[in-house]
């Protein structure tokens, strides 16, 4: 059955169709056609945002708290070109949504009409596909494409820019349309002699490590995940974007690699001598200098993504293939190899990284001036929240000391801006993640720096009745900037510091003039019942202003550029890795 109506209506009743509940946005002329039949639908709820940067990180927060695609609408020009961060990031961190944008009419594209820009070319690079609809009759089929390509295979950004005239014009609505996507085709299932060859490799390496991604998350694979370890023994390290895809508190956890990594994880991949890399890039942050990473390892390598296998690292053993599918496989795979008596002995191996663990366990300094340490708040914040909550961050030092201090027992329960370290991801991906799910406790932990750049959706919060809560960790500083300007710029503070003497702005002000309830914390004994006083109040956003001190470090670190063997446990110590070869 079809029926006939304005391309604007199809629209929406296509965003109805795919069960789109949620869509952040911002009107303006070119989309404003889109939102006279939106103001009557009794299915999508519209959340209007101050920013559409703000609306493109509150579709992310959404996804990744979901599961589900996340939709942001802006209109032409600066509205669609004010997404570009936000897309940029999803692409980067592989975070299923779908941009709506609005376009002039299509006799004016090319003229540099007003509020024209051409947001196709812009995001090509960015965005796993996009389209630009001139007719109206290819609005429905659209829809129905875009979400089927940014929810499956690797998820990612999509874009959909539609003509004004195109959302004015009349078209015959029918669903579910034909979708016309002919080279389409993800690898989900992944090749039964690829997984025989890795699990022969895995049951003949001495020194193994599981090196889990973001994509072992996505793929809903944990629970795979960790038969896989408890079947192999095998230890488990987890990116940033895995965070809780293995639960911290499990024995064979060695925490996460890289840049900020624990010593044993980096250790571990320094001094492995195979890794099983499952959902993951090889990104330089876990890497560092690519030509002196995991020296002595074998790769297997399996991706969702063909284009990932060996780009950074050649794959001795390629798998094309959803982790979950993959894993799963992989252990009926290992079964075999145990039950015809062939198994890893990984005793000497753990021998080695339990001494890295206990001898270089996480830790931090405290200061004698009775300033706050911004990791002690992490610690309460992780004891006193505990593990059944959403925790949301930024970029910089206090995204670190959140993946560092918080322990992580759920898949999915940080989420962070990973590959492109967006600063002022953090509260618009809160409110976004609280709306899609509703009855998790969700903490945004930013810094001073980053809620500087998009605070004005605790307005949007406060307005739509979102009760995040916010943790702000100001040392008055761009502080992850002044940590380098520190150990590489002789303490030379170039334009890092964001207060000078006064305290401007008065966070708590702040948020109480956005409706919010402020709080303020100075000292360390008054942590714990500032964190109680927030947890308290759930009909509000509550914003939490800790003042900590401006020389906390992160640590250990890998200078960016340098080899993992450099890793620095603090800022005069080195730890010393075991020779094994």
Known sequence: MTEEMTGAQALVRALEQVGVDTVFGIPGGAILPAYDPLYDSTKVRHVLVRHEQGAGHAAEGYAQATGRVGVCMATSGPGATNLVTAIADAYMDSVPIVAITGQVASPMIGTDAFQEAD????????????????????????????????????????????????????????????????????????????????????????????????????????????????????????????????????????????????????????????????????????????????PYAKIIHADIDPA?????????????????????????????????????????????????????????????????????????????????????????????????????????????????????????????????????????????????????????????????????????NLGMVRQWQTLFYNERYSHTNLQSVRRIPDFVKLAEAYGCVGLRCERPEDVDATIEKAMEINDLPVVVDFVVHQDAMVWPMVAAGTSNDDIKYARDMAPKWENEE
Request: charged fraction near 20%.
């Open 119 to 294: 947001i196709s070319g812009i995001t090509m690079p960015i965005t796993k596909h996009n389209f630009l609809v001139t007719s109206a009759d290819d609005i429905a089929r659209t829809i129905a494409e875009a979400f089927h390509i940014a929810g499956t295979g690797r998820p990612g950004p999509v874009l959909v820019d539609i003509a004004k005239d195109a959302l004015q014009s009349k078209t015959h609505f029918s669903w579910p349309p034909t979708m016309q996507l002919p080279g389409y085709r993800p690898v989900t299932r992944p090749h039964s002699k690829q997984i025989r060859e890795a699990a022969k490799l895995i049951v003949e390496a001495r020194r193994p490590v599981l090196y889990v991604g973001g994509g072992v998350h996505k793929a809903h694979a944990a629970a795979e995940l960790l038969e896989l370890a408890e079947l192999t023994g095998i230890p488990v390290i987890t990116t940033l974007m895995a965070r809780g895809t293995f639960p911290d508190s499990h024995t064979l956890h060695l925490g996460m690699p890289g840049m900020h990594g624990s010593v044993a994880a980096v250790g571990s991949l320094q001094k492995s001598d195979l890794l099983i890399a499952l959902g993951t890039r090889f990104d330089d942050r876990v890497t560092g200098r690519l030509a002196s990473f995991a």
């Open 308 to 476: 990932e296998i060996s780009k950074n690292r050649h794959a001795d053993v390629p798998i094309v293939g959803d982790a979950r599918e993959v894993i799963t496989d992989l252990i009926g795979a290992l079964r075999n190899e145990h039950n015809e008596g062939r198994k890893g002995d990984y005793a000497e191996w753990w021998r080695m990284l339990e001494a890295l663990r206990s001898t270089y366990p996480l830790g931090y300094e405290k200061f004698e001036d009775g300033s706050v340490a911004p990791q002690y708040v992490m610690e309460r914040l992780s004891t006193l929240v505990g593990p059944d909550a959403l925790y949301v961050a930024g970029v910089g030092q206090h995204q670190m000391w959140a993946s560092q201090f918080i322990g992580y027992e759920h898949p999915g329960s940080f989420i962070n801006s990973g590959g492109a370290g967006t600063m002022g991801f953090a509260v618009p991906a809160a409110m976004g993640a609280k709306m899609g799910r509703p009855d998790m406790t969700v903490w945004c932990i930013d810094g001073d720096g980053c809620f500087q750049m998009t605070n004005q959706e605790l307005a949007t919060c406060a307005l739509e009745g979102v009760p995040i809560k916010v943790a702000i960790i100001n040392n008055g």
